[in-house]
Structures are given as C-alpha cells and as structure tokens.
C-alpha cells in the first residue's frame, strides 16, 4: 500500500499538527505501508523542493506571491495540487490522504479527478471553529459561512472521511453525510516516545522559586480558547487552600501580553511564574516540574468537538491531568479516573478542584497507573493506524476493480 499525505505543513516545523502527523506516517511505516507527503504553501520557503527527514519524505510546495484573499487561498489550493501532480507522478500512489484544512483537500478534488487515485480527507478541526477559537474570525460571519461550505463541499465528494474524535464525527452526520462514509482515527501518541519521566532538575526548579512547591503547569501555546486567564483567576483561592501552590506556565501566543499582565495584578502573583518559549529539547525538564498539568479550555465549538493532544501526552508520561469538563476532554478523560474534570469558565470551582487533587496525594500513583493505561490501550499510533486500514483495502480494491473494468470495455470496444 502506498499513501500520498497531503498536508498544511510538516517536519521540521514543531507544533501539534506535525507531531500528530509524524506519529501517523511512522506507524504506517512500521505496518510496512509506504509513505511520502506533500507540504502546503504555507510550509513556507524550504531550502529544497524534496527532502527526507525522520526516514519520511517530503515535497515541498513554493509559497505563491500573496494576493487578497480569497484569490490567495485559491492560489495555495493550485500550487499544491500543482506540487502533489509531480509527487504522484515520482511515487505512484494507491490512495491520497488530505490531511486538514480544507485548503489541501481542494488540492487533492483537483488530484482525484486528474489522476484517479481515491482520496481519504481527514479532520482534525474545521477550520472555520479553529479560526474564531484562535482569535482571527466571528461565528456566523460571511467568512465562517464560506469555510463551512467548503468544508461540506469537500467532505461530499472525497471517497472517504476521518475525524479525530467523535464530536467532529457527529457534527458531519448531522450536516447529512452518512455515517458510513466516517471513520474515528483518535488522537494518540507514540509510546516509544516516553518512557519513565526524568527526575525533577532541582536547580532548575530552585531557579524558578518552585523548590518544594504543589506546581501546577500548563506549556504550549497561549489562545485564547485555552482558558488560561481563568487559571490565573483560580491561583488566590488556591493559594489561600494550598500555600504551597505554584503556577508555572511555559509558552507564548496571542494572549501573553494579556496573561502576563493579569497574573501581574493578581493577590497571588508571586505564586505565578511566567517563562516564555523554550526550545523542544528543553521541554521535558519543565513537565518534570508539574505535579498537576492543567487544561482549563472555555466551553466553544472548537473546544466542544475537538479532542486536544497534550493531555493524552500528559497522561502517556504518568502525570496528573485536571481539565475543563468540555467535550473534547470527555473523550479523553474519566472523571476521578485517568484525570480531573472541573466546569469551564469558573475559577472557584477551578481552584477547589486542584486543591482537592492536590491533597489526595495518597491517590496520585493509582490515577496515573490509569492514565498510562489508557493510553496504551485505546490512543496507542501502533493501534490507532490499523483504523486506516479497511477503509484503504476497500478504496484500493474499487480503483483495481474499475481499472479491470474500463480495460476490458476499451478492449472490446
């Protein structure tokens, strides 16, 4: 079986996106399938129109010269297919896999008509949630309108849908695709990828003022839709349960200047600690830190329907997960279980939730016990793959099937 990826952006770029990506080529690999991708325009300019990193290989898309949108988009979409022409060409695949957003699954329409080759789109968000979720878009205005009916246009027409969860799953039927037509791929990781957790760097966290603290962290990226100004309300209740209660939040995005400055103006602000970016490689050293990750998400579509990769993360390396009880999350989390659940956008209850976590510690090895397990068996890649697998067979098994059929029409014609 051979698969052509088409993606927005890839290796070596770091963010959710490619790591998921990484994790899903990898795993095809490891099951003997052969892979390759082809990045978006907005990969942006790469040194080498073809490269091989990490064993997988990667085309790579010219940014087109930008224009207004929606031409620019519209740009994007034939500089990819464009791309993925010549990649199908070189390696002669069995099915396309149009990884969101819609932009690549356009590309890979076109792709479909041209060459034949059976496409599978798969989302991991509807672009149109992402966009109000990070701050660039309004539900319901024009634009909204526009991306989602883009995104039923391409949805209707490719040969197959995954989603990552099953609140996108639900969301399609409900627009009137049928069921049949989706497969749930979940959000995993790659279990080789974390073994024991490092010890706590002691001087890193003496540095930090932490030496001795209950540290609750959260590290990634700061939008708005993560809630985290609504952590920083929860500290001063927290600290007045919880002396001992540390805030450690390692990352940077759109809301910095805003948290920083909120954390800055709180009673609690000296249990607040701020660090910034720090490179991937260096990550590891702050998670070890954490005694409680937490993921306070505001209740939104976005936050509804999709299932978030850190706290899976979190949990394949026994930490202790606490949560905003939104959708995605509920995939994701067993109350009391694998993690702690609290209500989104309040910030008492927030802070009586950790605390109480915090002072079950006699609780904590048996919840992340629970919390590996789970990940290793339902959101382990090496399993999660093997959901591609029928719906490729099938998909490869109809285009053999039509290319017999034409060859013998054209034969006795």
């Not at 979720?133 to 991306?147: D, F, I, V």
């Not at 839709?225 to 500290?235: F, K, R, V």
């Not at 936050?303 to 997960?321: F, G, I, N, S, Y």
Request: with cysteine; glycine share 10%; charged share 25%.
């Amino acid at each position: 079986m051979r698969i052509l990826h088409l993606l927005d952006h890839g290796l070596p770029l770091h963010s959710g996106y490619t790591f998921r990506t990484r994790a899903i080529l990898k795993a095809m690999q490891a099951r003997g399938w052969q892979v390759a991708a082809v990045t978006g325009a907005r990969q942006g300019k790469s040194a080498t129109e073809f490269e091989t990193i990490d064993g997988i290989d990667f085309w790579r898309t010219a940014p087109p010269p930008r224009r207004p949108s929606p031409w620019s988009e519209w740009r994007e979409v034939r500089a990819h297919a464009a791309r993925a022409a010549q990649a199908i060409a070189a390696f002669r695949p069995d099915i396309l896999h149009a990884h969101s957003p819609v932009l690549t699954a356009l590309a890979g329409l076109e792709l479909r008509r041209r060459f034949g080759v059976p496409l599978v789109y798969e989302i991991r968000a509807f672009w149109e949630d992402a966009r109000v979720g990070n701050g660039e878009g309004r539900e319901g205005s024009p634009r909204y309108r526009l991306t989602r009916a883009l995104e039923s246009y391409a949805v209707r027409r490719a040969d197959a849908v995954a989603v990552i969860c099953e609140g996108l799953r639900g969301d399609l039927v409900a627009r009137g695709v049928s069921p049949e037509q989706i497969i749930v791929s979940p959000n995993g990781v790659d279990l080789a990828l974390f073994g024991a957790p490092p010890p706590p760097d002691m001087a890193l966290a003496a540095e930090l003022g932490l030496a001795g603290a209950e540290t609750i962290g959260f590290i990634g990226s700061f939008y708005d839709y993560e809630g985290l100004d609504d952590l920083i309300a929860a500290m001063p209740a927290l600290v007045a349960a919880r002396p001992r209660a540390r805030l450690l939040l390692v990352g940077g995005g759109p809301m910095e200047g805003a948290l920083r400055a909120q954390a800055e103006a709180s009673p609690a602000a000296g249990a607040i600690r701020f660090v910034g970016r720090v490179p991937h490689a260096e990550v590891e050293r702050y998670y070890a830190l954490i005694d409680v990750l937490a993921y306070p998400r505001k209740k939104m579509r976005l936050t509804d329907l999709v299932t978030p990769l850190k706290p899976l993360e979190a949990m394949a390396q026994r930490r202790l997960v606490a949560a905003s009880d939104v959708g995605g999350h509920r995939e994701l989390i067993e109350q009391g279980v694998t993690g702690t659940l609290f209500p989104p956008g309040d910030p008492a209850t927030m802070a009586a939730a950790l605390a109480a976590l915090l002072g079950d510690r006699a609780g904590w090895e048996a919840r992340r016990a629970a919390g590996r397990k789970s990940v290793e068996n339902e959101r382990n890649w090496a399993v999660n793959v093997g959901r591609y697998a029928p719906i490729y067979q099938k998909l490869s098994d109809r285009r053999d099937r039509m290319r017999a059929w034409t060859g013998s029409f054209a034969a006795n014609a």
